[in-house]
């Protein structure tokens, strides 16, 4: 099938308008107005515009109550709210000092990271003694969340190629009072590791960051539709090979901190156009708008299966844009 | 007890074991935690690791199919090239959660004390030092929380290692 269509975007005078009222690239606001539509896509900008809290993963390997975690930063000032998908989860509304500063921090009590980060590890479910990889898993925010699921048991290989991200990767693992953890310098393209082991993968898929937006406004200019096409190429390489690390029965996420279809939705068809062992799980979660995946976009239909991955946006769940998909090897 | 060869595989490692084992003896300390004493050679230190049996199992399966391990389980500490032990925050962190660690060797710093240490700066004591001088201490604040290993000198501490260094040195 010929997928040029997906990267050939026309941009439209609405397109235009809002890409000057909101101060985005053109390409980008017309494939805004194809992701929500016309009613929503304001909706979603202005989101986009006001920001998100940052927000706090409760350590409950160490912290025996997240209330008085909770009780303790309000004693310092900070204003804290409680996320309804992460019941762990926490938004900081006001930070008196920088969150990366505190005791707390220090001793490993929170984790700062997005909901829909972690959002994405309450999907995959880690249970306590299983095996279970987390590719490209600098700087450690899902592998220290999938071991505080697993309550220090069992086995998680965590990946990454990059020397000085292994190095934040270890000093999270440590600060954050982790034990089951082996971590490898690795390309996950040539990785060695023997096939069909793992109970679960985690693949936070390196993307173009297009989710972030809600807190790095420069992203709504720093990239072309043509990154998106090579990133996704990318991407699909790497799903490919990290489904292969699966059991079979085995489950996997895959997650983006992106909300380009064609790094998501489209990166997941061919997957499945690959793969007959594959199929996708519905993923949901407690608490969430669950708003499903897209089917068709700039006139390309995609697998029927992608809907029942997740899209979180900030203007339906206060976060930041993510992807989520649960993908299962079938016995 | 010089550290024999450098050596970028992970083993396991009775050199790490002993020099581990001497180190909580000299703090009148155990660690229960410790099934497979693993070291790993990284720059001048080699690193000693202490892992669950199948953990290190995994490791080592792992490298024999030539993959860079550059973690596993929790590091216990570091052997530099002299011989000299230098323990882990973690480590730290264990002693104190178990209680495993003598009084003896464990000092309580309160507020703006605590703070200087872990801005990894020396704390001035006001209280009277009943220390062996010298001597390895715990640090832990009021709560009962650890917060480094330290040096006795006279009536100062000199912080090893803070757990402010887990920010200081990020990038």
Not at chain 1, 236 to 265: D, H, Q
Not at chain 2, 119 to 124: A, D, P, S
Not at chain 2, 129 to 156: C, H, P, S, T, Y
Request: hydrophobic residues 40%.
């Amino acid at each position: 099938m010929n997928y040029d269509r997906l990267f050939n975007i026309r941009i439209s005078e609405e397109a235009i308008k809002l890409s000057r009222r909101f101060g985005l690239l053109p390409y980008m606001a017309e494939r805004y107005i194809m992701m929500f539509g016309l009613d929503e896509v304001e909706e979603f900008l202005r989101a986009v515009h006001n920001g998100i809290p940052r927000s706090i993963r409760c350590n409950k390997l160490v912290v025996k109550s997240c209330g008085d975690l909770v009780s303790r930063l309000e004693k310092e000032g900070f204003k804290i709210r409680q996320s309804k998908i992460v019941p762990y989860g926490y938004y900081v509304d006001y930070e008196p000092v920088s969150l990366g500063s505190t005791v707390e921090h220090l001793l490993g009590y929170y984790f700062i990271q997005g909901i829909g980060s972690m959002a994405s590890v309450v999907a995959l479910s880690p249970q306590p003694g299983e095996l279970v990889a987390d590719l490209a898993s600098a700087p450690g925010g899902k592998t220290t969340h999938i071991a505080q699921l697993m309550n220090n048991t069992g086995g998680i290989l965590s990946i990454d190629v990059d020397a000085r991200r292994l190095a934040k990767l270890v000093s999270n693992i440590e600060r954050m009072h982790v034990r089951n953890v082996i971590v490898l310098m690795a390309d996950i393209l040539n990785v060695k590791v023997n096939e069909g082991s793992f109970d679960r993968v985690m693949l936070d898929a390196p993307c173009t960051g297009e989710g972030l937006i809600v807190y790095k406004k420069e992203r709504f200019f720093t990239r072309t539709i043509d990154d998106l096409r090579k990133m996704s190429e990318y991407q699909l390489k790497l799903l490919l090979k990290a489904f292969k690390f699966l059991k079979p029965g085995g489950t996997m996420v895959y997650a983006t901190c992106s909300i380009a279809p064609e790094e998501n939705e489209f990166v997941i068809t061919r997957a499945l156009d690959e793969m007959d062992e594959m199929e996708v799980i519905e993923t949901r979660l407690d608490g969430a708008k669950n708003v499903p995946g897209i089917t068709e976009f700039n006139g390309v239909r995609f697998k029927d299966e992608v809907k029942n991955c997740l899209r979180l946006y900030p203007h339906t769940d206060s976060t930041e844009g993510f992807f989520i998909c649960l993908l299962k090897r079938k016995e | 007890m010089p550290v024999e060869e450098k050596r970028v595989r992970l083993t396991v490692c009775k050199e790490g074991k002993r020099a581990l084992d001497s180190f909580l003896k000299s703090i009148d300390a155990y660690n229960k935690n410790c099934a497979v004493v693993l070291c790993l050679f990284s720059g001048e230190k080699m690193k000693v690791y202490c892992a669950q049996q199948s953990l290190a199992q995994l490791a080592m399966t792992l490298q024999d199919s030539g993959e860079i391990i550059y973690h596993v389980g929790m590091l216990a500490g570091s052997l530099n090239n002299r011989g000299v032990f230098l323990p882990s925050l973690e480590l730290g962190w264990e002693l104190i959660k178990a209680n495993t660690i003598s009084g003896r060797n464990v000092v309580v710093l309160e507020g703006d004390e605590a703070k200087e240490f872990i801005f990894g700066r020396t704390v001035e004591l006001v209280s009277e030092m009943n220390w062996e001088e010298g001597k390895a201490v715990a640090v832990i604040n009021e709560q009962g929380e650890f917060l480094g290993w330290g040096k006795i000198r006279g009536k100062r501490i000199i912080p090893v290692v803070d757990i402010g260094s887990y920010v200081r040195y990020k990038d």
